[in-house]
């Protein structure tokens, strides 16, 4: 059985040096962070809060500040949460990133009868179970460097990929091309 050509691109591909992502920031984010080293814009992502323009399907970044985390612990918050990190799971990058300092939930600096050690415990397992890493950002400002930065990392390794999908593919009757990755 003769398998089905590829359609052909019906463009060229341009040249992406100098090139950035753009920042995707979910339609439902209340307060979101400011970008000033990357475009971005609002979009509806399926998941998350953060993603990139292309890579929606790759990049999920969902963002809690402290009091926000600690209110997941517990009750009807907790299997929302828990719901929207089970939807993680598909994603290839995935991160929880905390806007706040862990001494801020260690020295019990929110407002909730949850102890410290629980929150704690809480986010290790959860790390454990969504196969998530969490992230502490200081700040929003940086907090959205973070973003920035996990975008064009995300992004390169798309391209990386393409790149060397690109060189293992034949045409029809020749050898792929023989090139280090």
């Not at 809690?64 to 009807?76: I, Q």
Request: one cysteine or more; glycine letters at 4%.
């Amino acid at each position: 059985m003769k398998l089905p050509a590829l359609q052909p691109l019906k463009t060229k591909l341009p040249d992406l040096s100098g090139r950035m992502p753009r920042i995707v920031v979910d339609t439902r984010e209340q307060l979101p962070l400011v970008f000033t080293r990357l475009e971005s814009e609002t979009g509806s992502l399926s998941t998350g809060d953060y993603s990139f323009a292309g890579g929606e399907t790759f990049m999920c970044v969902e963002r809690k500040s402290v009091a926000d985390l600690v209110a997941c612990c517990v009750g009807v918050e907790r299997n929302r949460f828990e719901r929207e990190l089970h939807r993680m799971r598909g994603f290839r990058f995935k991160r929880l990133l905390v806007v706040g300092n862990p001494d801020e939930i260690n020295a019990h600096q929110y407002r909730s009868r949850i102890e410290p050690e629980c929150v704690m415990a809480t986010l290790a397992a959860l790390e454990v179970r969504y196969e998530l890493t969490v992230v502490f950002a200081h700040n929003a400002e940086s907090a959205a460097l973070w973003v920035e930065q996990c975008a064009c990392w995300c992004a390169r390794e798309i391209i990386t990929q393409a790149n060397h999908l690109a060189r293992r593919m034949t045409l029809s009757g020749t050898e792929p091309e023989q090139q280090a990755d």
